[in-house]
């Protein structure tokens, strides 16, 4: 019973969060970053001040932080170990992609689509968020290299998962403001999908086009 009610109390704490950011990301696109208060965000969200700092200690976190390192974790330990690395990772970073948006563009953008796309918007136009969003990058490369499964133990082992994480970290930036730049018109999954193959070749992914619509269910 005690297990049950911990992850009860977990997803009443996603929900909380999840609603928070929902409400300080709408205020920070309507107002302005600048312009918008934890207060403010409070008010709108209709709880304490102080229970937006407890889920939020600064304000760039409430763009910032998200879920969706762990599902990108998840699909990534789920894949076959005997795949190059830099394959395991790019095809997690387009299935995570694919599971976010549902293979949806522009005005059929799902709910997460549409969420992942303002906080993108965000991102991009704030210097504070920018300069903020290289802790998160490195975070999930961290999370990204804890997936691999490999022994990080071996010094050679871990530069080389670092640094196909990082590179497909990269590949995955770009494909993602240009998503932002174009107002999620393109699938994001095949922006990501093409970014890896202009980074690494064409047979990275190992499995052609399909992969930007698999891993989804």
Same mark, same amino acid.
């Given at each position: 019973?005690? +297990? ?28 302005? %970053?600048?312009?918008? *208060? ?14 937006? %700092? ?13 879920? %969706? ?12 170990? !005997? ?27 799902? /709910? ?13 136009? *704030? ?10 990058? %490195? =975070?999930?490369?961290?999370?990204? =290299? ?5 022994? *990080?133990? +071996?010094? +050679?082992? !871990?530069?080389?998962?670092? /640094?196909?994480?990082? !590179?497909?970290?990269? /590949? ?9 730049? +174009? ?35």
């Amino acid at each position: 019973m005690p +297990d049950r009610y911990s992850t009860l109390r977990a997803q009443r704490r996603a929900e909380t969060q999840r609603m928070i950011q929902a409400h300080a990301v709408r205020l920070f696109a309507e107002r302005g %970053y600048d312009a918008t *208060t934890m207060t403010d965000v409070a008010e709108a969200a209709g709880v304490s001040p102080m229970t937006v %700092y407890r889920h939020f200690p600064t304000k760039e976190d409430l763009v910032l932080v998200d879920q %969706y390192g762990s599902l990108i974790a998840e699909r990534i330990a789920a894949s076959s170990a !005997a795949q190059p690395l830099v394959r395991r990772i790019g095809g997690a970073l387009v299935e995570s992609s694919t599971e976010l948006t549902a293979g949806s563009r522009g005005p059929g953008l799902t /709910a997460d689509g549409q969420f992942l796309l303002a906080r993108l918007r965000l991102m991009i136009s *704030t210097p504070a968020l920018r300069a903020k969003h290289l802790d998160n990058h %490195y =975070v999930l490369q961290q999370a990204i =290299v804890g997936a691999l499964g490999d022994d *990080t133990t +071996d010094p +050679d082992a !871990a530069f080389r998962a670092q /640094a196909a994480a990082s !590179a497909c970290l990269a /590949a995955m930036h770009t494909a993602l403001v240009r998503w932002a730049e +174009d107002d999620g018109r393109t699938e994001l999954p095949e922006l990501i999908a093409e970014a890896l193959a202009a980074a690494f070749g064409e047979d990275i992914l190992g499995a052609g086009p399909d992969i930007r619509t698999s891993g989804a269910g």
